[in-house]
């Protein structure tokens, strides 16, 4: 069956009363009924018209049975006599078409009885429907518009425009028609509502905010509708009327934590730290307000100060006044410790998480937190014994920890057990939900294997990793450099090592990919220049110092040569 979507108005199967009339009476053709002065009794039907007649019936027939193999074959055999009717055939054969799915066919058959009836309403929407179904929206538009010029107050038909419009890619042009709607009928929400998206998505902000203000009403949406106004306020550089309306949210309804986030972000913006203090104080005094819900503005801070650094200082005032509050409350405890974390201060961040097992030792987000500042530390061990627990703990072990412990096995050389627990971990239906940690799963698991020395496994896995995250930097690398190791389609190693070095430049491991690439390639001028970058940013790495030797040997720098040899000796290589 074809896609019913808001275009697809009419059922296949009921074919319109007046068009089956239409073609009766063309179809029919009566002898006069008086004759000189006498009455007579009505001359038969014509033999072919009431044959073409009783097959469109027929064929009518097996449509509404939903046989519209069987009802196409028997529009073929009809042979209408007036234009009217010749319409009416090719109209109800699109229908039988468009019920097997077989939209060019429909189309052709709806373009044939749109041209014989260029005004007829009926044929030009099933045309338009059709047309839309072919993801042919110019064509949708142009007919709409036809529509729409042909009977100017259809609001139907304008709504029917304005949304291919939308379709079509055009929002500019059906907020132009969406405000002709409200010249019809300026009541309507359902319109306005279209107008403001559209405003909203067009960055028409000042069209908006007047919008808006006349939507706004009393009710549940009252709220909600301000803080969009409230936004929008911020987002036209109106911050006095910004804080006005979320300062008259929160009046309303105190408890409304939206109003409260916006009202604070607002100080953050300005870097009015004093208002912010003074806010943030009547939020916590706030009545009735539990303290998940007040952790859960700082949860939203957190987020934010992930992207802006300005938000990390109001981030610690919050938690500290929950602290201060609450005493032992867990989520704001977590939330220092992750942002410990982040800021690579995991020692800070132990600390947190081991305060917090303390008091719940069963919390096993606050054990895979503590395992991750165990291993940033690379303290492997103490990482280990703490999945140990937390397994125990745990009545199912959550994918997070399986690829903490994979990742710990791998550390500390037990490879054979990381491939085991990864491979486990990647069996899980969390791909798309959890991509991060997917990442994470599957890049450990192809070093894992290289590091078994399962080479196609691990050059496989990377090409995984690439076909879902077609920019992660360490798996190009490392693509790259097994590409190089096994010397086949160097090209491609080049192309994927100067992508990662792209990604960045300083990374000393990086850098002294692309170097061996184009060392491989028998590029030495620009492996050179690469590979000594790579040992000025890590002098003291073996592999790297390796490969630069190479190509003094190669170019014949034996000055260089000699005295890299002799540092490499002292760092204990051969």
């Known amino acids: 069956m074809p896609e019913r979507g808001f275009f697809c108005r009419l059922r296949l199967q009921v074919f319109p009363l007046g068009l089956f009339l239409l073609f009766l009476l063309s179809a029919c053709s009566l002898r006069p009924a008086v004759k000189a002065d006498r009455v007579v009794r009505p001359a038969a039907p014509d033999t072919v018209a009431e044959g073409a007649k009783n097959r469109f019936v027929a064929a009518l027939l097996l449509a509404e049975k939903g046989d519209f193999w069987g009802a196409v074959e028997a529009y073929r055999t009809v042979q209408p006599s007036g ?8 109209h109800a054969a699109a229908r039988a078409f468009l019920g097997l ?21 009926s044929y030009l929407l099933q045309l338009a429907s059709v047309a839309h179904q072919m993801k042919d929206y110019g064509r ?55 107008v403001l998206l559209l405003e909203i998505k067009l960055k028409h902000y000042h069209e908006a905010i ?14 909600r509708l301000q803080l969009t106004l409230g936004e929008l306020y911020v987002e036209t550089g109106q911050t006095a009327l910004a804080s006005k309306t979320f300062r008259e949210i929160i009046a309303a309804n105190p408890r409304f934590v939206p109003a409260w986030l916006a009202l604070l972000e607002l100080s953050v913006a300005s870097n009015d730290r004093s208002t912010f203090l003074l806010d943030l104080n009547a939020f916590y005094h706030t009545s009735g307000l539990k303290p998940e819900q007040k952790t859960s503005l700082a949860e939203l801070f957190y987020v934010r100060a992930a992207k802006d650094s300005a938000y990390v200082q109001p981030l610690y005032g919050m938690l500290a006044e929950i602290e201060k509050r609450h005493p032992g409350e867990t989520g704001a405890a977590m939330l220092k410790g992750k942002l410990k974390l982040r800021e690579k201060k995991p020692l800070e961040a132990e600390r947190e998480f081991r305060a917090i097992l ?11 937190d503590l395992i991750t500042a165990y291993i940033m530390q690379k303290e492997y061990a103490k990482a280990a014994g703490a999945v140990a627990k937390a397994k125990k703990l745990a009545k199912v072990t959550p994918m997070r920890l399986l690829v903490l412990e994979g990742y710990t096995a791998f550390q500390v050389g037990d490879t054979r057990n990381a491939v085991r627990l990864l491979e486990k971990a990647l069996q899980e239906k969390h791909r798309e939900k959890e991509r991060w940690l997917y990442l994470q799963a599957a890049s450990t698991l192809a070093m894992s294997y290289d590091k078994l020395g399962l080479r196609e496994k691990s050059l496989g896995m990377y090409r995984a990793i690439l076909l879902l995250d077609s920019g992660n930097a360490l798996a190009m690398n490392n693509y790259a450099y097994l590409l190089s190791l096994q010397g086949s389609d160097l090209a491609t190693a080049k192309n994927l090592a100067l992508k990662a070095v792209a990604h960045e430049p300083d990374n000393p491991v990086y850098l002294d990919t692309l170097g061996w690439v184009l060392f491989r390639l028998g590029e030495y001028r620009e492996a050179l220049q690469h590979l000594e970058k790579a040992s000025a940013l890590a002098p003291d790495d073996l592999e ?3 490969h630069l030797l190479n190509v003094y040997e190669k170019t014949g720098a034996e000055e260089k040569a000699r005295l890299l040899r002799q540092r490499i000796g002292r760092m204990g290589g051969k």
């Open 140 to 194: 949708a538009v142009a007919i709409y518009t036809d529509l729409v010029e042909l009977q100017p107050g259809r609001s139907d038909y304008l709504t029917l425009l304005a949304l291919e419009h939308i379709a079509s890619g055009d929002p500019e042009k059906a907020l132009g028609v969406f405000q002709r709607l409200l010249q019809l009928d300026p009541s309507d929400e359902n319109t306005r509502a279209q």
């Open 544 to 546: 790297i110092a390796g």
């Open 210 to 223: 007047e919008t808006l203000s006349g939507l706004i009403g009393e009710g549940e949406e009252k709220a």
């Open 101 to 121: 799915g077989v939209t060019d066919s429909a189309r052709t058959h709806a373009e044939k009885a749109a041209a014989i009836e260029p005004g007829n309403s």
């Open 83 to 90: 234009a009217g009717a010749k319409a009416a055939v090719h």
């Open 358 to 368: 303390r008091r719940r030792p069963g919390h096993i987000e606050a054990w895979e």
